[in-house]
Nanobody, 118 residues
Framework: QVQLVESGGGLVQPGGSLRLSCAAS????????MGWYRQAPGKERELVAT???????NYADSVKGRFTISKDNGKNTVTLQMNSLKPEDTAVYFC????????????WGQGTQVTVSS
């Protein structure tokens, strides 16, 4: 069973920065994609950013230019650097690991709360 543990959430003022980390219990190079998703109260979970095995990145339009996803295969960690945070970025952020085989396998962390408020 793969375990993903997020850390780094918290309360930050608008315009501030936070750095989220996801530590995996498995070799992240074995996954096709690692990513971050978020879910705000009353809303569906949405994609924030993903990074593929060859380190191709993809971002939601709402975070382009402000967020950066990266990974360290040696440490089995994925990081989301969030700058210029806005109140609408407030959500629970989840780490995801995805593996394609005869079907798609998704693994999720427990989530970390990010609150952007003055």
């Amino acid at each position: 069973q793969v375990q993903l543990v997020e850390s780094g959430g918290g309360l930050v003022q608008p315009g501030g920065s936070l750095r989220l980390s996801c530590a995996a219990s498995a070799n992240i190079f074995s996954f096709n994609t690692m990513g971050w998703y978020r879910q705000a109260p009353g809303k569906e979970r949405e994609l924030v950013a993903t990074i593929t095995r060859p380190s191709i990145t993809n971002y939601a339009d709402s975070v382009k230019g402000r967020f950066t996803i990266s990974k360290d295969n040696g440490k089995n960690t994925v990081t989301l650097q969030m700058n210029s945070l806005k109140p609408e970025d407030t959500a629970v952020y989840f780490c995801n690991a995805r593996r394609y085989s005869y079907t798609t396998f998704d693994y999720w962390g427990q989530g970390t709360q990010v609150t952007v408020s003055s």
